[in-house]
């Protein structure tokens, strides 16, 4: 029965708990599709994704988590949850309202654009970002909204309103069921952009004022669950270790605390291998999706069912991931999530280059699709059902200011690192070579793959004996 294992007490905050992380992940799907449609439109391209991540979403993750530890030290846990949703909400409505409906009077004009691309041909993907410099802002508020709503905000609240027990099995329901958000945040940006009665514009427009009303619905859930459904003393333990002065660190006081930990150093391994492989793969395979879909409805529609189906997979296959956890190791389940993309991204290179293959051969780029979209559906389910529950299972055993320091500099920071550190591979390679794309550089990027994948299962095995020892230590207390 889905659900046992929530005892009637617990059942009123997990089901608080639920529905948040369902409404979070439902605005995370519909923007991961916008930002990925206008990041590789026409006005664009897909390779300027790389200098996004390079010169925006890096510096501008730094700064998030400066106003986030800035907040922290003012106002309480609660007040910092609003502020920060609001923040997010007031952009995406004005982004929806004003500034992308006057983008053409915002951008360079495509002439000039041209003529520094031919001026300066080493740095043209730069030039062609600065031409589409709304678009760019727009990637990284929808990159950053999973970061800091889903993995800081909401997994911090959890870590520190549940016990490592209850946190085994409802972590796991967490992440899967939460996933029914992510299904239906697909279907919609894949039925919208499917209708030939609307502009891809006109979507965009209303898909962005749809967010804004789930961040307020969002919002109202954050008040009724501090308010009405956690206890008072918990509430005020939370809100007291915000303000607190012996609390109150500066930001670089937060880097030493996490640098200091060489537990907290094997988490941040662990959250930089898994996007640099990933992002080095699926950029990949979204240009070769872009290729083949022709115009950016077709390739919004195909990633709103990307998004479907990772949801559905991972809610049918829910007692799996759960059954996992607690029957088997923390390093076992860790393991699978980098077991499963190392098969399938290996399938996609070697479809992509080896086009002795007889599918490969008659079928061409529709094949490297088909494994390329294997590839991304089977990595996100097993991001959503393994590497997510046993990456926040791993930050329980810590002390309090290991947790509060370290969680926002590796969930935030470093994740948006990692994927900075994949674009600048991929951005020198495209420098290097002025007239390569990012289809040409990929065989380039399977050795980078491979080294980022053993060093993956390295830090696994090293981060499991320090986890399994923490958990023995704090039994014993």
Not at 135 to 164: D, G, K, P, R, V
Request: aromatic share 18%.
């Amino acid at each position: 029965m889905f659900f046992s294992d929530i005892k009637a007490k617990e059942r009123k905050r997990f089901f608080t708990f639920l529905s948040i992380i369902v409404l979070t992940l439902f605005n995370s799907s519909v923007l991961k599709t916008l930002k990925d449609s206008v990041i590789s439109s026409q006005e664009s391209g897909i390779e300027v994704v790389h200098y996004v991540k390079l010169f925006m979403v890096m510096p501008f993750s730094f700064l998030f988590i400066f106003l986030y530890e800035k907040l922290n030290s003012i106002y309480s846990r609660q007040k910092v949850t609003y502020i920060i949703f609001g923040l997010f909400g007031l952009f995406f409505f004005l982004y929806g309202t004003l500034i992308y409906p006057l983008r053409t009077y915002m951008h360079p004009s495509v002439s000039s654009i041209r003529a520094l691309k031919e001026s300066y041909p080493y740095f043209k993907w730069i030039f062609v970002a600065y031409g589409s410099w709304t678009f760019m802002f727009f990637y990284l508020f929808a990159e950053l909204w999973s970061a800091i709503c889903l993995n800081l905000i909401f997994w911090q609240l959890t870590n520190h309103t549940m016990t490592l027990k209850q946190g085994t099995y409802s972590y796991v329901y967490l992440s899967v069921w939460g996933n029914i958000g992510l299904a239906l945040g697909g279907a919609a940006t894949s039925f919208l952009f499917r209708s030939v009665y609307f502009s891809f514009g006109n979507i965009f427009c209303f898909l962005n004022v749809l967010v804004t009303s789930v961040v307020i619905a969002i919002i109202f859930l954050y008040y009724i669950l501090y308010s009405k459904i956690l206890d008072p003393k918990i509430v005020e333990n939370l809100n007291v270790s915000n303000t607190s002065k012996k609390k109150k660190l500066s930001f670089y006081s937060s880097i030493r605390v996490v640098f200091s930990s060489k537990y907290l150093i094997l988490m941040m391994m662990l959250v930089f291998c898994y996007h640099v492989s990933a992002n080095l793969i699926e950029v990949t395979w979204k240009a070769c999706l872009k290729l083949l879909s022709g115009n950016d409805s077709k390739f919004a529609s195909y990633m709103g069912n990307m998004h479907f189906t990772v949801g559905i997979v991972s809610i049918i296959l829910c007692e799996i991931p759960k059954y996992l956890v607690k029957k088997f190791s923390w390093r076992f389940c860790a393991r699978l999530t980098p077991m499963v993309i190392s098969v399938f991204s290996g399938l996609f290179f070697l479809v992509l280059y080896n086009d002795s293959l007889y599918f490969v051969r008659n079928y061409g780029l529709l094949i490297v699709i088909i494994c390329g979209s294997m590839n991304y559906i089977l990595g996100k389910i097993m991001k959503y059902s393994l590497f997510d529950p046993t990456k926040e299972l791993a930050y329980i055993p810590l002390s309090s200011e290991l947790k509060d320091k370290g969680k926002p500099f590796i969930d935030v920071f470093v994740s948006r690192l990692s994927k900075a550190f994949s674009a600048f591979i991929q951005a020198l390679f495209l420098m290097i070579f002025p007239d390569s794309t990012q289809i040409t550089i990929a065989n380039k990027l399977l050795y980078v793959v491979v080294i980022f994948m053993v060093v993956w299962f390295l830090v696994i095995n090293r981060l499991s004996e320090k986890y399994e020892k923490l958990i023995s230590q704090n039994n014993k207390s």
